[in-house]
């Protein structure tokens, strides 16, 4: 009985020493989608506050969408002139969403973001999905020209 007695001191008293938790702050946004389409939610860059490379973001998916899905992948790109770093080459994680098809609605997603300066960043993303717009013309395009024009935002999750 006397053993458990210094152990629950040190115990006690740990815990009151211990540091404050940090609170996380949540960003909301909104991105509004058109149905079964590819789309880019996120992308955070490798680079540190002083432009220098870090390490590579983790990408933590807190709350998957419940009516579509999520992709992640990692690629080089050039910052653009208007980010803090402008005219730079990094490595990104990117996230992309892609809602079922002919689903209209609301979508939710929930990411945490691990930066390169090691501070964790959550994002709230809350996604409406409209009806996808009938094109105009037919596409008469061959595959490939239409591969290359639309790599950014049409294609499918499985080519990321």
Do not use: W
Not at 3 to 18: D, K, N, Q, Y
Not at 38 to 58: I, Q
Not at 61 to 88: E, M
């Amino acid at each position: 009985m006397t053993a458990v007695r210094p152990f629950a001191a040190l115990l006690a008293a740990s815990l009151t020493c211990a540091a404050p938790a940090h609170a996380q702050t949540v960003t909301t946004r909104s991105e509004t989608v058109a149905s079964g389409k590819v789309v880019r939610l996120l992308v955070a860059p490798n680079l540190k506050k002083d432009c220098s490379a870090g390490s590579m973001p983790e990408i933590k998916i807190a709350g998957a969408p419940k009516n579509g899905q999520l992709k992640t992948t990692t690629k080089k790109l050039k910052t653009p002139a208007s980010y803090r770093c402008p005219d730079k080459e990094a490595q990104v994680a990117a996230v992309f969403y892609k809602s079922k098809a002919d689903f209209t609605g609301a979508d939710r997603v929930l990411i945490e973001v691990k930066t390169a300066e090691g501070t964790v960043e959550k994002q709230d993303i809350r996604i409406t999905v409209e009806a996808a717009k009938a094109d105009a013309k037919p596409d008469t395009k061959k595959p490939d020209e239409k591969k290359t024009e639309d790599k950014k935002d049409d294609k499918d999750l499985s080519d990321l």
